[in-house]
């Protein structure tokens, strides 16, 4: 019988921090909820405008598009300017060698035109409607949010979300008191992002609803060091600093830790975010030789921010962002500060008092309030050597003058306990559909079938991240096989393995053509009752192990706790050569000598080979 200790509130949630209201910094939105720290990081697709207004994504988060001037067809304008220089490079053989570089000087500074220049270059280059050859427009901006609004009235507009960072930073307050009001700490969420793309193509690359994983990692802006760097620091990748894009030079292999300790990238926090993004990205199965770090151009990255990488992978689109890492300084935090009215700060409590000299600057009322209003501001330089200053003053709609008389100016000696400032955050966001996109082409290749007369498709997935870790056959139509199967199979559910059962009659060799061309690393055939094969996906080698055990080997090889050779060398293990040799002998002893009792105290290991034989 249920017993109920009373309903279980709303406060009490948001006390334990399992839930919390979102947007509560701007006074909450009814039907919006928060799960996390304590419950998991889920932030609501649906963002009100203000916190998009805040953030800066209302006003600055365009495109440049360009438009058909007779069918009124809209195109993004960078896209097209790209595809032209790059058909240019590829196929024009007239080309001299001072056009072609200029070309790729145009590419290179792609993302550090503005929007007069990208028109320019449009018009230069006699770039016309791709379909049509019809003239076009001049660019200009297209906001990429889908606008909605919230309640019936449809009075209060929103966004569905671009990306998941907002929702992370104007939960700021809660998640620093969560760590207990300490600095550094990281805040890290997965979810879906939506962006109205003027003219998605080139499959996952450019999308209109995509999945995000981003991390937000505070840090005080004076301390930029990380304690884990010195794990990443002689890491050796493709690195593309702005000085060598300028100079239309190429990417080129550089430590990381001497790309920190020379000032290419700006601190030990960003640069242990890009070593772990190398890692996390080789580990996948992307090839290490078409991956690149690429620096942001001065121009390109936003005027807040003090870096910013982009992990590029090579592929048949050519180099495309999968992984943005920036240092955003203290931007968003203040954004939302300036916005909402709540203080979204960080404090240093000294050890013992510090004893600082600050200016103070009190104000003349009856002089203030004639001119003012009320509202007083400063300068005292400006004071000092011209005697006033002028300000606009927004509310009042008109400059005011303030002159000496108005303020009384002087410096004061006082006993601070505390530091409070707004922390800067570190931002790694990765596009998961492109990384996934990428993976594929870099672990896709062809090999011919046993006969020679087909080519069959492989996924070369490295185990930990196949979706599908093993398939589970029978070699023959049997019961006693069958049940096997069912029993090794209900042995890697418990385990947590992934896997597919396949007990239909196709030939072994079909079905492992099959299980190759989804990436599956693992095969498992069973062709005893006591014992099966586990065949290795890209060599087809083979190794028998007991039932039991094959739980056991299969979790320890997809989790990345032992590697093929070492499993090889505790089980027997037949490459698909050596096969056909023992074959080749086993057929000899049986012909010759007629040992036919041989073949039946062994029937298991010659099932095993009949196995080899059917792939």
């Avoid at 059962?501 to 498992?524: H, M």
């Avoid at 039932?547 to 989790?559: F, G």
């Amino acid at each position: 019988m249920l017993s109920l200790t009373g309903k279980l509130s709303t406060t009490f949630l948001n006390g334990v921090c399992f839930t919390k209201q979102s947007f509560k910094i701007y006074n909450g939105y009814s039907g919006f909820y928060d799960y996390g720290p304590s419950g998991c990081a889920i932030i609501p697709c649906v963002t009100p405008e203000v916190v998009l207004k805040a953030s800066g994504h209302v006003e600055k988060l365009t495109d440049q598009m360009v438009k058909d001037e007779k069918t009124g067809t809209f195109y993004r304008a960078d896209q097209l300017l790209k595809d032209f220089c790059n058909e240019k490079l590829r196929e024009d053989v007239r080309l001299s060698l001072e056009q072609a570089a200029e070309l790729r000087r145009t590419l290179a500074m792609m993302d550090d035109l503005s929007v007069e220049e990208l028109g320019a270059k449009i018009k230069e280059y006699g770039i016309t409607a791709p379909d049509t050859k019809n003239p076009l427009s001049d660019p200009y901006p297209f906001n990429l949010m889908f606008q909605t609004s919230v309640g019936p009235s449809g009075l209060t507009a929103a966004y569905v979300r671009p990306e998941t960072a907002p929702g992370i930073f104007v939960n700021f307050k809660d998640l620093y008191y969560n760590n207990g009001n300490k600095l550094p700490f990281a805040a890290a969420q997965i979810g879906q992002a939506f962006r109205n793309e003027i003219s998605p193509r080139q499959g996952f690359s450019r999308v209109r609803e995509f999945t995000l994983a981003e991390i937000e990692h505070f840090v005080d802006p004076k301390d930029k060091s990380h304690p884990k760097f010195s794990e990443v620091k002689n890491l050796e990748f493709l690195m593309f600093p702005r000085e060598e894009q300028m100079s239309a030079q190429s990417a080129k292999k550089i430590r990381l830790g001497e790309a920190v300790s020379r000032g290419i990238v700006n601190n030990e926090t960003i640069g242990y975010f890009i070593g772990r993004v190398y890692l996390f990205l080789s580990r996948l199965g992307i090839d290490q030789d078409h991956l690149r770090f690429r620096q942001h151009l001065a121009n390109e990255m936003a005027h807040y921010a003090a870096d910013c990488w982009d992990a590029e992978i090579e592929c048949s689109y050519g180099w495309i962002e999968c992984v943005g890492i920036a240092d955003r300084s203290a931007y968003d935090l203040r954004a939302h500060t300036e916005k909402s009215g709540v203080a979204l700060v960080a404090q240093e409590k000294f050890s013992e008092p510090r004893e600082v000299e600050k200016l103070v600057i009190a104000p003349v009322k009856k002089e203030l309030g004639l001119a003012f209003k009320g509202k007083a501001l400063g300068m005292k330089a400006t004071l000092e050597s011209k005697g006033e200053v002028e300000f606009y003053v927004r509310k009042l709609g008109k400059n005011v003058c303030i002159k000496k008389n108005m303020l009384l100016i002087s410096k004061e000696k006082k006993k601070e306990f505390q530091r409070v400032f707004t922390p800067s955050v570190i931002e790694p966001s990765s596009g998961i559909d492109r990384i996934i996109y990428c993976l594929c082409e870099h672990c896709f290749y062809r090999r011919p079938s046993k006969a020679g007369d087909e080519q069959l498709n492989v996924f070369r997935f490295p185990p930990l991240v196949a979706p599908i870790k093993c398939t589970v056959f029978t070699l023959v139509q049997n019961q006693q096989y069958e049940e096997v199967a069912k029993v090794i199979s209900e042995s890697l559910s418990v385990a947590g393995i992934s896997h597919k059962i396949d007990i239909t009659g196709a030939s072994i060799g079909k079905r492992y053509a099959r299980t190759d061309e989804l990436g599956v690393p693992c095969a498992i055939t069973v062709d005893s009752t006591s014992s099966v094969t586990i065949r290795e996906r890209d060599s087809k080698d083979q190794m028998r192990v007991h039932v039991d055990d094959v739980a056991s080997i299969v979790k320890a090889l997809t989790d990345g706790q032992r590697t093929w050779e070492d499993v090889w060398a505790s089980y027997p293990h037949h490459s698909f050569f050596n096969f056909y040799i023992i074959i080749f002998v086993l057929l000899i002893i049986m012909l010759v000598s007629k040992f036919f009792i041989f073949l039946f105290c062994f029937q298991d290991i010659a099932s095993d080979f009949l196995g080899f034989l059917i792939i």
